[in-house]
């Protein structure tokens, strides 16, 4: 039984933002079934009094000191900006409808 | 060929610091290098020979003023192209980042810069550190020198190359599963991970924060040692960070002796999917630690075999999350913004132009392992299987120092041989991932040549969080024991290029 179906992986497409092709899709559909197919024995051992680790060293609520320090300017943050205007980046319309 | 080539970077960092040659001269020398050879090998995605001779000629200026140097000042370095650098592009192999300049250094490069260290390029590697061959960067593969066409490993594939091929003594590489060590020893060199936490990760751009590891690759262990020091240690910036003195690495490196300690070779590391020349190397490693006075045992690990998938649960998850930030708003490509598109579009547009297809696999593979309804089947049982693993690694290490086996299953494949065969691919990084999921330190070391193919075989000494030291101690006995049953260094052997 296949897992992962060309459905599904229109669905993690669009939940990823990622337009895909349809032959990609079905390329996908194939090797993710495969993947997920393969890793699923970690449930084979990760019974109920195991607790789960996130991270491999027990740190909490590292702070550091709240103070001013230099940060980029805004010439520096726009830098790498695909379009700017007025200083602020620049993006298409984030609305469903026009304007 | 200049014969500084073959130097290690201590001895490099010596002749300098003597004024026996300059700076410029070994730039020069490695910049020549790299332009004879670079054809073949495509280590690198940059190489700034101008920017390179201008930061060893103000080594050089520094010394003349009488300025007390560290050991590495003035020695080239080539460093992987996934830390930012405001003076060299930095594109993570990928599309998506084509020609992006950074507007902030990565702490390692600031490391590196303040230890006068002349950063020569950028290298290559499998797109957003993704992959064992470095075939998924999107700038082309990086061959293998010791034959050029098979896989120099990955992600760090160019790092390990340019060092490998006498481009450059030393280089940087991140390992996340085993994207220092696997290269390291395909490549026939010395690759550390350090302890999760132990170098910096401000900077370094994120594929599993909770993985990623910034470390050395060199020719030898001390120089991979000095690497480690010089770039390792407590940043403010990344909280993750270990506020905790570096293991005295170098001190370790140049002690090299194992009389003493106890060696474990881990039972389920071997047999079925092994290649028979990689397993008869390793056996010859695991007689000769006992020949020099290691104690050696062997331990079981039984939770190591649920280790590749709850990484390739885990890594993607986390990758899915990072790789958010390539939205096509701030910086990077933009794709299809016509007025017409909304940003939603033009974001999913770009992401799917931009990123290639393995990026997008383990995009898609952490979003379904994360969805609700999925989760705790998929990501939840993976972190449990890592409190499984940690747990080994603190019963084994209640009796035996360190933890050896082969860091690959097999020698370098040929190019092309696993690229659309994922499940193939990962099974690279088999015996390396345990280390990233525990945070563990592991140092890979090169133990000699398979039979059936001549190709260099790497020896993973694992030790404890914050054992650093161990690895290089263990690590350094191990190779001036081969070395001289060798009578070189095992690149020695490789064919001239």
Known sequence: MSAITREEVAHLARLSRLALADEELDHFAAQLDQIVGA????????????????????????????????????????????????????????????? | MSELIKKTASELGSLIASGEVSAVEVTQAHLDRIAEVEDRVHAFLHVGAESALAQAAAVDARRAAGEELGPLAGVPIAHKDVFTTTDMPTTAGSKILEGWRPPYDATVTRRLRE???????????????????????AYGPTHNPWDLTRIPGGSSGGASASVAAYEAPLSTGTDTGGSIRQPAAVTGIVGMKPTYGGSSRY?????????????????????????????????????????????SVVEAARQGDVAGLTVGVVKEFGGDGYQPGVLARFQEAVELLES?????VEVSCPSFTYALPAYYLIAPSECSSNLARFDAMRYGLRVGDDGTRS?????????????GPEVKRRIMLGTYALSSGYYDAYYGSAQKVRTLISRDFDAAFQHVDVLISPTTPTTAFPIGERADDPMAMYLADLCTIPSNLAGNAALSVPCGLADEDGLPVGLQIMAPVLGDDRCYRVGAAVERAFESRWGGPLLSKAPAL
């Open chain 2, 292 to 296: 020099l006075g290691a104690k050696v």
């Open chain 2, 343 to 355: 940003a939603e579009e033009v974001m999913a547009l770009t992401r799917a132009a931009g990123f």
């Open chain 1, 39 to 99: 890793v699923a024995r970690v449930a084979e051992v990760a019974t109920a009094d195991i607790p789960p680790s996130s991270h491999a060293l027990p740190l909490t609520n590292v702070f550091r000191p709240d103070v001013v320090a230099p940060s980029l300017t805004p010439e520096q943050a726009l830098s790498g900006a695909p379009a700017v205007e007025d200083d602020r980046f620049r993006v298409p319309r984030i609305l469903g409808e026009e304007a």
């Open chain 2, 203 to 247: 900077g370094l751009i994120a594929f599993a924060s909770s993985l990623d590891t910034p470390g050395p690759f060199a020719r030898n262990v001390l120089d991979a040692a000095l690497l480690h020091e010089a770039f390792s240690g407590h940043d403010p910036m990344d909280s993750t960070s270990i506020d905790q003195p570096v293991p």
């Open chain 2, 115 to 137: 230890a006068g260290l002349v950063i020569l390029g950028k290298t290559n590697l499998d797109e957003f550190a993704m992959g064992s061959s470095t075939e998924n960067s």
